[in-house]
């Protein structure tokens, strides 16, 4: 079935040092591909999205760029700042032959120290 | 735009007892996910409709959870015989397209 993996469960780091957060998938669909992030007891906002192999997409100083050939969608930012901290997630749905559902890595929490 | 809006916020049950958790999308908006948060399984996918229509259940417990869609402006989740184990946050979620926007979640805790 489909899936999401994240391979970091934790993250810390020093403000000002990039950060990569990795995510790889699998799907029999033509993926969609999402990083929503959660700040402390609030909803999950989505961050970026792709469906476009090989281009890179940015929000807010965050980039990534879906790879289908590796099938992954790793989210960087060049310099973390103390408002990063906060609950990243991968997610997945279709484009077709999906009923739209998306499907959550665990999530990776970023720890931004001074 | 209020956004997705989730009640209660906090819903402390008995172990047996029901609850009944109520989302209200983004006015114009086709379809309402249902989701849970759990730190163990992450964010799980329970159910989900679209222009009031039920199109996948698939991650709903078989036995004691229900939703149901009314009319455009509300779902509902229903559990019944609440166990500990359904202690989570229940995320609701509404789209237009592809991009979900998220409510704030009811955390429920069964006692």
């Known amino acids: 079935g489909d899936s999401v993996t994240q391979t970091e469960g934790l993250v810390t780091l020093t403000k000002g040092l990039p950060v990569m957060l990795n995510c790889t998938y699998q799907?029999?669909?033509?993926?969609?591909l999402f990083w929503y992030v959660q700040h402390l007891n609030e909803a999950p906002k989505l961050l970026l999205k792709?469906?476009?192999?090989?281009k890179r997409t940015e929000h807010q100083g965050f980039y990534a760029t879906l790879h289908k050939s590796s099938s992954s969608f790793h989210l960087q930012k060049s310099s973390v700042q103390l408002s990063d901290s906060a609950l990243y997630f991968c997610?997945?749905?279709?484009?077709?032959?999906?009923?739209?559902?998306?499907?959550f890595g665990l999530g990776t929490t970023l720890q931004v120290q001074p | 735009n209020a956004g997705v809006i989730q009640t209660p916020r906090h819903k402390v049950t008995g172990k047996g007892q029901e609850a009944t958790l109520w989302c209200e999308p983004i006015s114009g908006h086709s379809a309402v996910f249902w989701y849970r948060q759990t730190i163990v399984q992450g964010l799980e996918f329970l159910t989900y409709f679209r222009n009031q229509a039920p199109i996948d259940d698939s991650g709903m417990p078989k036995e004691r959870f229900s939703a149901q869609m009314p009319n455009q402006s509300h779902s509902t989740l229903k559990i019944q015989s609440t166990q500990p184990q359904d202690s989570a946050v229940y995320l609701c979620?509404?789209?237009?397209?592809?991009?979900?926007?998220f409510g704030p979640g009811t955390r429920l805790t069964v006692l």
């Open positions: 997610a997945l749905s279709g484009i077709t032959g999906n009923t739209g559902k998306l499907i």
């Open positions: 792709s469906s476009t192999d090989n």
């Open positions: 979620a509404s789209s237009l397209d592809f991009e979900q926007y």
């Open positions: 799907t029999t669909y033509s993926p969609f």
